[in-house]
């Protein structure tokens, strides 16, 4: 009878689990079947059972017109860099993932935030799991976000947390960070992939059940990635990279995944010893400032999310005592500066074969995109003939292999950017059906449409023609505007 009895019992299997990004199998492997990871997958005790039966509901499903949406509209963070990433500010009831490099800033930023909301009149709970609450009132001293509605809190364990959210009852929430937060009803240590999922998944389900808005801290891999599941990047509602070169006191937030707002804006801020402030036009901290015309410098417009920004490329070209020259870049693809230099040698006549190049970004920004690629092969070539570029050209485009200017996404853009900031002339691709040389005016700006990278350097006076520049010593030109240095 009891043989029957153990026959007909459900039998329990156990399920195995990985440690480094979640995944569940039945059977034990060597490797990961998701990640790749050798070593990393271990037994994780019973799977649960299925649960087929109907439940209670929270509340009833209503029409979507009726729903309300008054309490769910942004309200001000009190930084306007990162309301513009949010797309307008903080949503009651929603999750956001901050995460950065060490020392990158992220509890500065968040400690701002939450002074900033209580300076407001919004009750605001901060909770450290990596500092004390000493340490972090010297820093709120040190910039200033003391305020009597920020109330804080030094704890580890998730049911100490929960019970400080149920008695002060923020409007807003932050956790500095969620991978020191444990839970001690679930297996394995603060930081693992089970305890991170199950923290953050309590988290957030407080945060909608309650519409507080809740701002969680991500530790990063070596890699740049966000540490512990997959599954926290999702449970969230916003995921914000905060990045920044450690020599330099820009920092930079941009959203990776946005429900409330577009994924393409970034927020500039200035991290000093004081605090951090936003930066709303972050335009001077990429343009050198010269008294006079300097060889080998040229100014391009980029795109940082959907904001322009002016930033410098400038080039230094020096005779090699090696056999192969260096070709070195900072603030720079390496691989589209070394096809630049190609192009410049093959289509240009530039003789660049001897030479060591070198190329860097002013004020530590690195561009991406191939905006700047005829502001780098102008630089290049400028630093090449020791012939200063006009301070007021500014130059947009992207160089193709075959030496040709291929039109980049919202030039007029870029365009008006320069002009509000009192840039004279511009060099861009020319437009199809255009007239190569052909000057025309914009917001003030003079811009000149050119069909090919040589066509580019013969208007400034750097290429190896018989044409007579538009720009350059000698020529003014007659639509140059009145007041432009050409040096």
Not at 21 to 43: D, H, I, L, M, P
């Amino acid at each position: 009878m009891s043989s029957s009895r153990s026959t007909g019992r459900a039998k329990t299997r156990s399920s195995h689990r990985c440690s480094e990004c979640g995944w569940e199998t039945a059977k034990w492997v060597g490797r990961c079947g998701e990640c790749q990871t050798w070593g990393s997958v271990a037994e994780a005790g019973a799977a649960p059972a299925a649960r087929t039966q109907a439940g209670p509901v929270t509340a009833p499903a209503v029409p979507i017109g009726q729903v309300p949406i008054e309490d769910s509209r942004a309200r001000t963070s009190g930084v306007p860099e990162l309301d513009r990433v949010l797309g307008g500010g903080l949503v009651p009831g929603a999750a956001v993932l901050l995460a950065g490099e060490p020392g990158v800033g992220k509890s500065t930023l968040l400690l701002e935030v939450a002074a900033q909301t209580a300076r407001s009149g919004l009750r605001t709970l901060y909770v450290s799991g990596e500092e004390s609450a000493s340490q972090v009132r010297l820093r709120a001293d040190r910039t200033r976000g003391v305020h009597h509605d920020l109330f804080l809190a030094a704890e580890t364990d998730l049911g100490a947390v929960l019970t400080h959210i149920h008695e002060v009852r923020p409007e807003l929430l932050v956790i500095d960070s969620v991978q020191t937060i444990g839970a001690p009803d679930v297996d394995g240590v603060p930081g693992g992939v089970t305890q991170v999922r199950e923290v953050a998944a309590a988290l957030v389900r407080v945060a909608k059940t309650q519409n507080i808005a809740t701002v969680m801290v991500g530790h990063v891999t070596k890699d740049g990635s966000i540490a512990g599941p997959r599954v926290l990047e999702h449970l969230v509602d916003v995921v914000l990279q905060f990045e920044g070169e450690r020599d330099s006191r820009l920092r930079m937030v941009r959203a990776v995944k946005n429900r409330f707002g577009p994924v393409d804006e970034v927020g500039c801020f200035d991290l000093s010893g004081s605090g951090i402030v936003a930066v709303t036009d972050p335009t001077g901290l990429f343009v050198a400032r010269h008294h006079q015309p300097v060889a080998g410098t040229c100014v391009s417009v980029v795109l940082e999310g959907r904001r322009p920004i002016l930033a410098e490329v400038q080039a230094l070209v020096t005779p090699s005592a090696a056999e192969r020259p260096r070709r070195t870049t900072s603030g720079l693809d390496s691989s589209r500066a070394a096809m630049i230099v190609a192009v410049l040698q093959q289509r240009c006549r530039i003789n660049l074969h001897s030479q060591d190049v070198f190329a860097s970004t002013v004020g530590g920004v690195r561009i991406q995109e191939p905006a700047a690629d005829l502001a780098t092969a102008i630089a290049i070539a400028s630093a090449w003939k020791s012939r200063e570029v006009p301070t007021d050209v500014v130059a947009i485009g992207e160089i193709g292999l075959a030496g040709e200017l291929r039109r980049v996404r919202d030039t007029p853009q870029r365009i008006a950017e320069a002009a509000r900031l009192g840039f004279g002339a511009a060099i861009v691709p020319l437009e199809q059906g255009g007239r190569p040389g052909a000057v025309r005016t914009v917001d003030g700006l003079e811009v000149v449409g050119v069909p090919d990278l040589d066509a580019a350097l013969r208007v400034l006076d750097l290429g190896r023609g018989d044409v007579v520049p538009l720009f350059g010593p000698g020529n003014p030109g007659p639509h140059l505007p009145p007041g432009l240095d050409v040096g």
